[in-house]
Nanobody
Framework: VQLQASGGGLVQAGGSLRLSCAAS????????MAWFRQAPGKEREFVAG????????HYADSVEGRFTISRDNAKNTVSLQMNSLKPEDTAVYYC?????????????????WGQGTLVTVSS
């Protein structure tokens, strides 16, 4: 599976962005997908994930209620709608794919990664 993330940019605090991750490969629907982010000088952290079975979702506490993850298996895409953005959301965002039934929150569980897309939220 090859992943291509897009949709990042510069936005003011309180604004919205929608990230997309396009996947190649016929087995996309069988992977649990997630978004992680990495701010300068910090470790990569889990943001949101969606399982391939039942489409169950899981969010980090810091984004719960503001971000929404969704997937379209017909189009091989996973999206992250980000609302009410805060300066602390500034980071490079990565999409990952895991061969798991549930959503792992640790990055080592993910075997495929996109190249990352930069989100900058100004105050």
């Amino acid at each position: 599976v090859q992943l291509q993330a897009s949709g990042g940019g510069l936005v003011q605090a309180g604004g919205s962005l929608r990230l997309s991750c396009a996947a190649s490969g016929r087995t996309f629907s069988r992977y649990t997908m997630a978004w992680f982010r990495q701010a300068p000088g910090k470790e990569r952290e889990f943001v949101a994930g969606i399982s391939w079975i039942y489409g169950s979702t899981h969010y980090a506490d810091s984004v719960e209620g503001r971000f929404t993850i969704s997937r379209d298996n017909a189009k091989n895409t996973v999206s992250l709608q980000m609302n009410s953005l805060k300066p602390e959301d500034t980071a490079v965002y990565y999409c990952g794919a895991a061969d798991r039934l549930q959503v792992p929150t640790y990055s080592t569980a993910y075997i495929y990664w996109g190249q990352g897309t930069l989100v900058t939220v100004s105050s």
